[in-house]
Structures are given as structure tokens and as C-alpha cells.
């Protein structure tokens, strides 16, 4: 499957913006979905995931309450909502997926498959 990311851009510090993540080549209902990000001189780190069927899903500590993801199963389309956005929040932003049977909803970047290119989102204080 191929991921595209859209949605990055300059916002101010309380903002908001929506990422989102087509997929391509393979349906995306058969997959666990999830953002990752990376700001500078940071490691990459988990922000959220949601379960094939959208009733689950799994959020950082440093976004819970501020960002929301959903998915369109039929548009191959996860969403992510960001609000209260802060300027520790800049970074590219990467969405993931894996086919794996997971029970839960993984955290660390090992459990996905397939990656898209990432957008750049910064806060300005």
C-alpha cells in the first residue's frame, strides 16, 4: 500500500490543522493506521493510531484531548484533527499502516509497514 500525507503548513501557537493520509493499491479498511512525527534533533515518536474499524484508538500523552484521528474507510482516508496546537508540536508529520494482527494498537515505529513521505507542520509562537 502507498501513503500520502497532506495538510502540513505555518500556523500560529492555538491553531488548527487536519493531516491526511490516502492510501493506494490496497483497500486500508485491512489496516491498523497510525502518526508518527519527528521535530528537530528529536527521534521519531508515536502521536496516535486507530484500529482497522475506527472504534479504537490510541493517543499520546502530549496530544491527548488536542488531537482527534478518524478514518473514511471508503475514501482509503485518515484524518488527523489538531488543535491548541503549540510550538513544541512542530515537526513532519508521518502517517503508517500495518496489515499485522495486532490487538492492540502499537506505539513504536517497528510495528509498521509501510510509510508515507511525511508533512511539515510549524507552530509559531
Known amino acids: 500500500v502507498q501513503l500520502q500525507a497532506f495538510g502540513g503548513g505555518l500556523v500560529q501557537a492555538g491553531g488548527s490543522l487536519r493531516l491526511s493520509c490516502v492510501a493506494s493499491?490496497?483497500?486500508?479498511?485491512?489496516?491498523?493506521m497510525a502518526w508518527f512525527r519527528q521535530g528537530p534533533g528529536k527521534e521519531r515518536e508515536f502521536v496516535g493510531g486507530?484500529?482497522?474499524?475506527?472504534?479504537?484508538?490510541f493517543y499520546a500523552d502530549s496530544v491527548q484531548g488536542r488531537f482527534t484521528l478518524t478514518r473514511v474507510n471508503a475514501e482509503n482516508t485518515v484524518y488527523l484533527q489538531m488543535n491548541s496546537l503549540k510550538p513544541e508540536d512542530t515537526a513532519v508529520y508521518y502517517c503508517a499502516s500495518t496489515i499485522r494482527p495486532y490487538g492492540q494498537i502499537p506505539s513504536a515505529s517497528t510495528g509498521y509497514d509501510y510509510w508515507g513521505q511525511g508533512t511539515l507542520v510549524t507552530v509559531s509562537s
Open positions: 493499491g490496497r483497500t486500508v479498511s485491512n489496516y491498523i
Open positions: 486507530i484500529t482497522r474499524t475506527g472504534v479504537r484508538k
